[in-house]
């Protein structure tokens, strides 16, 4: 079963950093494009940021464009989001998502992390 562990979060203060990883294991990490979602108590899951599976296309959420960063390094199995400029409305618990498109109906197979929390203090 793929699995996908998410680390770095923290307790920041306003106008600070972050940088999470995401590391996956039992799946073939390079033909997943990978993404970044975060979820508030009482709200839904929300999309954060995507890259495909080279890492040559990138994609943002309107809230976080300009301050977050997307990127990934498919030798250690492994996606990063860099934090900037970062403000108490980006606090959440934020997960890590594997998707592959699996036939031509666009099915998909997708896997999820356990979350890592980020607390942005003002």
């Known amino acids: 079963q793929a699995q996908l562990h998410e680390s770095g979060g923290g307790l920041v203060q306003a106008g600070g950093s972050l940088s999470l990883s995401c590391a996956a294991s039992q799946l073939t990490f390079e033909h997943y494009a990978m993404g970044w979602f975060r979820q508030t108590p009482g709200k839904a899951r929300e999309f954060v940021a995507a890259?495909?599976?080279?890492?040559?296309?990138?994609m943002y959420a309107d809230s976080v464009k300009g301050r977050f960063t997307v990127s990934r390094d498919n030798a250690k199995n492994t996606v990063y989001l860099q934090m900037n400029s970062l403000k108490p409305e980006d606090t959440a618990l934020y997960y890590c998502?594997?998707?592959?498109?699996?036939?031509?109906?666009?099915?998909?197979?997708?896997?999820w992390g356990q979350g890592t929390q980020v607390t942005v203090s003002s």
């Open positions: 998502n594997a998707r592959l498109i699996v036939n031509i109906e666009g099915a998909t197979r997708e896997y």
């Open positions: 890259i495909t599976w080279s890492g040559e296309g990138t």
